[in-house]
């Protein structure tokens, strides 16, 4: 189960953007997450509240937003969806794609309580 790992590593994540803040109750914790980076939402959420139990991030709320995989031809210029497995252009079939999005697993945003501000 690779999702505790992750969820250690939002922690981390966190609480490196946080010093020099001065103490702060983290209300939420967004995290982007590609249809490729091979995440159960649902496993990583259980892992994050159970790291988070008894410590002063408790009530942080995990949010998941989730992508969907995005492929640019290199043969007619288009960017389309990926729909499924199949990494050919919706456009025109050629096999030339490159992939742009839908690999991403990244913290994007970090609410905290005490000073009213979201943190990048």
Do not use: Q, W, Y
Request: aromatic fraction near 2%; charge should be negative.
């Amino acid at each position: 189960m690779h999702e505790l790992s992750i969820a250690e590593n939002i922690l981390e994540i966190v609480n490196a953007n946080l010093e020099g803040h001065g103490p702060a109750a983290i209300r939420s914790v967004k995290v982007r997450i590609g249809e490729l980076a091979g995440v159960i939402p649902e496993s990583l959420e259980f892992c994050f509240a159970a790291i988070t139990k008894g410590t002063a991030m408790e009530s942080a709320k995990l949010e998941i937003e989730r992508t969907d995989i995005v492929a640019h031809c290199e043969t007619c210029g288009a960017d389309s969806a990926v729909k499924g497995l199949i990494f050919r252009c919706p456009s025109c079939s050629g096999p030339n794609i490159k992939i742009v999005s839908g690999d991403e697993l990244r913290v994007v945003e970090i609410e905290v309580d005490d000073e009213s501000e979201v943190l990048p």
